[in-house]
């Protein structure tokens, strides 16, 4: 037997009802299409002696799980008052629903023995029933006002629940405010930790110290430079190339490019062969003039300052970015014109 | 030009790449000589037992062989000598006797079978029951093999690859012909690698029923197996591809493709048996197994097997550590942990916004939306293609094209200033490929109109923003209308638009990179302004 099987006939309902699995295995189906059916939670069926009960066809749209749940209870407890007129037993005991009625009309081995699913379920059937007797005596002796469910179930009325507002008594009432207490502790020391986390987090952007590197440098005179020159020197250290090129408008100038690629960040390198800076990570390329003219990168390498000092050297400030896109390149302090 | 250097590892290395190749064909030709036909999906009860078996001599033959062959690497190990040799010949020998007796063993149950018609023409077999020996193939898998002819295929095989073993092994040079390689690196380029493979996944799906059946699949994995072993005689492709970072990479598409046959041949048989009513293949199998001492078995023996390799690949493959982190140089090229590689090709193609944060988002989120977009409750539990066609096409484009087959050109094809590199090609740092991208704008009012760019950046835009907004506007309700009706009914309309998205979105991905192949496309929308590319 397949799973599906197993729980179909757990279920009581007939394996052919199942769309597949029953050609493969034909003797399965025929021993548990004659299974009756069992008010399990989840059928559809309304079971029969049960009036209150509202039924699929009467209300026109599928039944709810609470009026499912009504319904078995109700239609377990008036089978079990027919069956056991003289001593009216407690409402929901499931020892004396139709299937289990059915179920024992076979022969049930013992529990080490039983390998159909049926007989296991009968056998948790028959424990479940014991506990409930048990549990329905005891509170019973504990608490007469409990009485109460059991009668309504007597007179074929859908009970509420059974048993909640039986257990909890005067003293577990108060046993509950103290638990309400306890998790409200927990929950706000719970949120006091978090906020604090959240604070220390936040102060980690503030440092007290903040050792920034001096952000200007000296590059030498532009009499240093040639024409054309790419110079790497500070490429490693500082991340810019002096350039001096006519390239971007036909005015020899010297420049500050910014050797970090404006696609993602990477550094690319300059390819004296082929004039111009290559990036490794997704091959953006750009002119000696800092223009992007291949790959994904969308905008021109920056420009640092670069302004003449009072020694003659050019001095690099690269707290101060130009970007041509913005019109920026168009500064005098962009360049130092030859 | 090529590089090729055959050093003497190399050679004793393709060697034994071979010997292996040979061992797991002659293994085909035995399983398919003497094993046990009856394949899923068929029941077993009634068949009558098999007549076709191993001579007994023949597995210990071959395991004292290999045992041989275990003895001399271990003792070479402990003691340098010229032992290797001796164990390879061993090996070739064990295999050479498997192949060649199954062979010859599968031929002779051929005639057995046969004799009986051939001695007297008016003799009519008796109608036997169906026995074990009897190939009976999944149902939707077609016709019977015959078996003897595909031993002697198998064995054949296996006999080749070990004489290609056996010329390495004596010295010889034999190596991928100049020509060959240059047609492949000819050939390929991201266009042609990525377009190859989408046309491959389509043929995949649609002669699925001939690439399910086995001997299909094994006759693919020789052929890759020589194709690999021929093109490790190339220094380049060998440099990459035994590079400690990209062993798990090249493992990786082995598991891939297993595992994506593995599902689509189950998925075949499964459609065509519930073509004819039949159970499928999960139903006929057992669900559960006991978990003392199936299941915890199986886990120590998976722990054991799991920890041995990892030690063992650890100790052989040293893992690559590179200069420490700086912000100012990067390795050329520099590469993504492979897991990433997809997204780093991506990133070639989009604004690092789009690629880099929009488009991963989506295939989270996407991904966490698939059970709420998909209404389709079959396939629960079982291999299926025919009832779930179009969440198996979406999904395996997704993973397979979109991802693995990046995956691969990122680690194996991408090489300095992140060129595409044939796979024999020389990595060149100075290659110059032409890739003057330009953008729509400048494509739509320079090139088409023939006047200068307007200076308002969103007019400058408008023909990029304007098909942009129309690939959504106006494919949502055209796809609502052409393929996705009944999905609506059932799903609605809110489902529809998430799922239409999300589909969108995943399609920009090829589009843009075929524009930017064909037409050197950057970008649709440009608009550095706001930092706002598309």
């Known amino acids: 037997m397949t799973l599906k099987e197993k729980l179909a006939a757990a279920r009581g309902r007939p394996a052919g009802s199942e769309p597949a699995g029953t050609a493969s295995v034909p003797a399965a189906a025929a021993p548990t299409a004659s299974a009756p059916a069992s008010p399990e939670i989840g059928h559809e069926e309304p079971s029969p002696p049960a009036p209150p009960a509202p039924s699929r066809e009467t209300l026109g749209r599928p039944l709810t799980l609470q009026e499912k749940l009504a319904a078995a209870r109700s239609g377990g407890a008036g089978a079990a008052a027919r069956a056991a007129k003289p001593s009216p037993r407690p409402a929901a005991s499931p020892a004396t629903s139709p299937a289990a009625r059915a179920a024992s009309s076979r022969a049930v081995p013992p529990l080490e023995q039983a390998t159909d699913p049926r007989d296991l379920a009968e056998h948790l059937r028959r424990a479940g029933a014991e506990q409930a007797k048990k549990a329905q005596g005891s509170t019973a002796k504990a608490a007469p006002t409990s009485k109460a469910a059991p009668r309504k179930a007597e007179s074929k009325v859908v009970p509420p629940r059974p048993g909640r507002e039986v257990a909890v008594s005067a003293t577990s009432r108060r046993g509950l405010l103290r638990v309400g207490f306890w998790i409200a502790a927990g929950w706000a020391a719970f949120t006091a930790g978090m906020a604090t986390l959240l604070a220390g987090s936040a102060r980690f952007f503030f440092p007290n110290v903040l050792a920034e590197p001096p952000s200007t440098i000296k590059v030498g005179s532009p009499g240093d430079f040639e024409k054309g020159q790419v110079e790497e020197r500070w490429k490693a250290e500082w991340g810019f190339w002096i350039v001096r090129s006519d390239a971007y408008d036909g005015e020899d100038k010297i420049y500050a490019l910014s050797s970090i690629c404006t696609h993602l960040g990477c550094p690319p390198n300059w390819l004296a062969s082929e004039q111009k800076f290559k990036c490794p990570c997704h091959g953006s390329g750009f002119y000696i003039s800092g223009v992007n003219f291949e790959g994904p990168a969308p905008r021109p390498l920056e420009r640092y300052k670069l302004t003449l000092g009072d020694d003659g050297q050019l001095v690099v400030d690269k707290s101060q970015k130009y970007q041509e896109e913005l019109g920026q390149w168009t500064d005098p302090e962009s360049y130092f014109k030859v | ?534």
């Open chain 2, 1 to 534: 030009m090529h590089h090729e250097d055959l050093t003497p590892s190399v050679i004793q290395g393709l060697a034994w790449y071979y010997l292996l190749a040979a061992l797991a064909n002659a293994l085909a030709a035995a399983y398919l000589a003497y094993g046990t036909m009856v394949m899923e999906g068929n029941s077993r009860v009634g068949l009558a037992p098999k007549t076709r078996r191993m001579p007994s001599w023949l597995p210990i033959a071959c395991g004292v062989l290999w045992l041989g062959v275990a003895i001399l690497l271990t003792i070479q190990a402990v003691a340098p000598g010229p032992l290797v040799s001796a164990a390879y010949f061993l090996g070739a020998l064990a295999n050479m006797v498997l192949a060649i007796q199954a062979g010859a063993d599968a031929a002779q149950f051929g005639e057995v079978e046969a004799r009986g018609h051939a001695l007297d023409p008016d003799y009519e077999a008796p109608p036997r029951p169906p026995s074990l020996d009897d190939h009976i193939p999944p149902v939707g898998l077609g016709k019977p093999l015959n078996r003897t002819m595909w031993t002697l295929i198998w064995g054949v095989v296996a006999v080749v690859f070990q004489a290609m073993g056996l010329s390495y092994q004596l010295g010889g040079r034999v190596a991928m012909p100049g020509f060959i390689k240059d047609a492949i690196d000819a050939v390929s380029g991201p266009t042609s690698f990525f377009v190859g493979a989408t046309l491959a996944f389509a043929a995949m799906i649609r002669y699925r029923r001939f690439l399910s059946s086995g001997v299909v699949a094994w006759s693919i994995v020789n052929l890759t197996l020589l194709f690999f072993g021929l093109s490790l005689t190339d220094y380049d492709f060998r440099d990459i591809v035994v590079k400690p970072d990209n062993v798990p990479i090249v493992g990786m598409i082995v598991l891939v493709g297993v595992f994506t046959w593995h599902g689509l041949r189950r998925a075949v048989i499964n459609d065509a048996r519930m073509a004819r009513g039949l159970p499928n293949l999960e139903e006929l199998e057992p669900e559960k197994v006991l978990t003392w001492p199936d299941l915890v078995y199986t886990e120590l023996i998976a722990m054991v097997v799991g920890t041995l390799v990892l030690v063992v690949w650890a100790i052989a493959l040293q893992a690559p550590l590179e200069q420490p982190a700086s912000s100012t140089t990067a390795p050329n090229p520099s590469k993504a942990p492979w897991y990433f590689l997809g997204l780093q090709e991506m990133l070639v193609y989009f604004d690092p916004w789009m690629a880099g944060v929009v488009l991963p988002t989506l295939i989270i989120l996407g991904l966490m939306a698939m059970p709420y977009i998909d209404t389709n409750k079959l396939g629960n539990g079982y291999y299926t293609y025919e009832q779930r066609r179009f969440a198996y096409i979406t999904f395996q484009y997704g993973f397979l094209v979109l991802w693995v087959i990046l995956i691969l050109l990122g680690t194996f094809l991408r090489g300095p200033n992140w060129n595409f590199f044939g796979p024999y090609e020389y990595w060149d740092p100075h290659k110059l490929i032409p890739l003057n991208n330009v953008n729509l704008s400048d494509l739509f009012w320079i090139d088409l109109l023939g006047t200068s760019r307007p200076t308002n950046p969103l007019v400058r835009e408008a023909p990029g923003i304007l098909l942009t907004a129309g690939y959504f506007v106006v494919l949502i309700p055209l796809m609502a209308r052409l393929f996705f009706r009944k999905y609506i009914e059932q799903a609605g309309w809110g489902r529809y638009l998430v799922l239409s998205l999300l589909l969108l979105f995943m399609l920009s991905l090829p589009i843009k990179m075929v524009l930017r192949w064909t037409i050197n496309l950057k970008y649709l929308v440009f608009l550095p302004e706001i930092f706002f590319n598309i």
